[in-house]
C-alpha cells in the first residue's frame, strides 16, 4: 500500500521540463537546496511534503485505503530592476507552472486526481554589498492530490 512519493515528484519536474514555454528557467531540480544565487533565477524546485493514508470506508478491506500527497513546487524570478518588476516576472512565470498542472491532472498518472493547489508568496531582497539589489519574487505552490489503493 506504500505510495512512491518519489514517482509522483519526478512526474511533476519531468512536466515542468518538458513544457516548452519554461524554457526560460534555468534549472528544474527535484529535492535540492533552495535557490540563493540571483544567477540562477528563474529557478523551480519540487519537493515531497506529506503523504496522510486514511481508510476509504470503515470496515472494509484493509487494502482500501486513500493517500492524500502534498508536492511542493518552489518557484523564483526576480529582478534587479524592482520588487514590482520581479513581481510582474513571477506571475508570468507561475501562469505557465499552473498551466502545466491543470492540463495534466493526474501528473503523468502517477495520481488518480489533483485536488487542490495552495500558493504562499516570500519576497526577499538579495542585498550583498558586493552587488545591485535583485529582488527575489518566491511562490511555493502546494499540489494536493490524491491516489486510492485498493
Not at 92 to 103: H, P, S
Request: glycine share 4%.
Amino acid at each position: 500500500m506504500n505510495i512512491n512519493v518519489s514517482d509522483i515528484s519526478k512526474a511533476v519536474a519531468e512536466l515542468l521540463r518538458d513544457d516548452p514555454a519554461l524554457d526560460v528557467v534555468k534549472k528544474i531540480e527535484r529535492s535540492e537546496l533552495i535557490n540563493d544565487n540571483p544567477d540562477h533565477a528563474p529557478w523551480i524546485g519540487v519537493y515531497r511534503t506529506r503523504v496522510k493514508y486514511s481508510p476509504l470506508q470503515l470496515g472494509q478491506h484493509s487494502a482500501s485505503w486513500l493517500a492524500e500527497i502534498s508536492i511542493d513546487v518552489i518557484v523564483q524570478d526576480g529582478s534587479y530592476d524592482s520588487g514590482a518588476a520581479a513581481e510582474n516576472k513571477l506571475e508570468i512565470l507561475m501562469r505557465d507552472v499552473m498551466r502545466v498542472f491543470m492540463d495534466n491532472l493526474t501528473l503523468k498518472n502517477k495520481v488518480d486526481q489533483i485536488t487542490g493547489f495552495e500558493q504562499e508568496y516570500i519576497f526577499r531582497p538579495d542585498e550583498d554589498e558586493d552587488s545591485d539589489k535583485f529582488f527575489f519574487q518566491t511562490t511555493i505552490l502546494t499540489i494536493e492530490a490524491e491516489v486510492r489503493t485498493g
